[in-house]
């Protein structure tokens, strides 16, 4: 069972799963075998992140348990059912925020409630609401083009927010902006797991930021993409960044690089 550090940095128990992956593979055509025998199970309310060399089948994975991409073996649930399509409770942002350029910040975060039903004045109120909490207010009605690179970011982060989604997946959220835009990403990130916990599982080529973020860190070995190592991050929550000065972070951090040097010295 995964476990979750408390304010304490105590490890308590998380009840259930709602990402359960077992023995799952994906052999591309042409014969690449992507990912191989790889277990993962993530917690109803856990942050895990997931580190790895370039290539090692991080993306592929997380395609796989968003229902974007089938395995080629074992299983994958989601809320104890198997996952063969996209679902509803499941969102994902990827690394270039994929807002329409023709709609504004406001349509673009409606946009899940609008696939699906009419938008009501409580939806509207939702959306501004979620906009203002990632600092985007009197951006409302801006388009994308308008937009900054952290902006657009924010208006997916909203958006993704928006879906109500039990399991977010993000691949790379942060990687396209620059170094101080993505420490205020990484708040916002945070603000919004400690405040409507949610499975997430966050692809990342930044150890501090796995280490700042997450419950626990899946270290992925290439060719094929399997898990390697994990590693618990006990550090209590909430999370600020000062703590990345702390011995314990250093520690952990440390953890994670040495996982992935054993993993490129054994390739
Ligand atoms: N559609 C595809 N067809 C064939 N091979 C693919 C396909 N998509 C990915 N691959 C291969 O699967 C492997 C894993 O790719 P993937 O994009 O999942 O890696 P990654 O860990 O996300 O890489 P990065 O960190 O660079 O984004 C790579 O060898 C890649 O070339």
Redesign the pocket.
Known sequence: MSTKPDRNGSARPHTGVAVGLRGVGKR???G?D?IKDLDLSVGPEEFVSIV?S???????LLRIIAGLTPCTGGSVEVHGKTVTAPRRDVGMMFQRPALLAWKTSLENVLLPVRVHRRVSDDDLREAMRLLALFNLEGFEHHFPEQLSGGMRQRVALARLMMTGARVRLLDEPFGAVDELTRELLNLELLKIHERTASATIFIT?SIAEAVLLSDRIVVMAPRP?TVAAEVTVSLPRPRSPEMAYTTRFQELAREVRDGLHLQTEGR
Request: charged letters at 15%; glycine letters at 34%.
């Open positions: 591309f055509d042409g690449v992507a790895g370039s290539g090692c089948g991080k993306s592929t080529h993409g």
